[in-house]
């Protein structure tokens, strides 16, 4: 293991003078970037850690990196460290290898190619906000803890290990999905994940999953009139919110499922929330709201009726302009229950208009 520093005579990392002692690295070394000259990554490379503190050139090229972390580096702990002063314009994707981990640090650069964690054992702490241009995937890890912000361009992919989120960081991606039967953990921390695709969401297959949802919110975003499917697996959420925006699409929503809050009252146009057929969902707060002309469906898939089960004391209000389609029933809704006095086809349960002013504040509190 030594030390290498960049010293750049000339912009190719593959030439040996251009680093200090005069060799290209290897996977073992630990890499320092402390003056202002350019270097072009022109090829792939492994290496133990990189730390660019200081460092004011440019950084550029399309080949990929493989990092396998460092309890010791240039500086305790430090596995990536960008500097605020670089311009970061290399697009390779980048792999986190290796048992040992480390602190990575981006000081607000972006990565432009794929990010990968792909290491069985130690501990990745992402310290500060990240971008990723494309996809973010997690497929062998001990544990990768993100303590700030994400925006990811693709889609997050767990597929082995634990991703725990905290500080509740904001997580933004156009889907996440952990659709196998793998041993892993997913932490959700209590910020806001933003999903944008067709299929925010993919979690058919929940075999060997731990899901800790604790107190995020899952917000659809799609605005187009594309149906997009939330195939949840039949886990227990905290808040899912449906903001489609103008978006005509159905939003599908497979299993059965438990939802704490299920919000769907900002859309500016008609749409439809469709419950698979054979599936019960159980809520505590159901928050669903249409307008004069653009009113909400909630109907059932192709097949086979679906429940909806009221949870809780806490008395439902703030809905209208709801109808309710196809085979439905509504249980546990006795005097809890009610969707607004322009909601059509009530009969199973919920209550046609608004609840009492004493019961509405009553139901302010929270779950019961």
Known sequence: MAIKTWVGTTANWNVASNWSPA???TATDDLVFNNSADCNVNANYQFNSIDFNGYTGILSGTASMSI?????GT???????????MTQSWTGGVTFTSGVGGYITLNGKSFGGTVTFNNGAGVWQ??????VAANFNITAVNALILNANVTIGNTLTLTAGTLAVLNCANITAAGISSNNSNIRTLSMGCGTWTLSSTIPWNFTTITNLTFNPEQSRILITNPSSSNISFNSGGLSYYTLEIARGAGTGFTIISGNNTFVNFIDNTSTAGHTIQFTGFSTNNFYRFIVKG???NPVSIQRGALGAYFVNKLGREVVFGCDYITFGGSFTASNTTGTWYIGPNSTNTSFGPILGNPPSVQSLLGCGGVG
């Open 23 to 25: 060799a290209v690295p």
């Open 68 to 72: 396998a972390g460092s309890n010791t």
């Open 75 to 85: 500086t305790t702990g430090v596995s990536l460290r960008f500097s605020t002063g």
């Open 126 to 131: 992402v310290l500060d906000a990240m971008n």
């Open 291 to 293: 307008t004069a002309g």
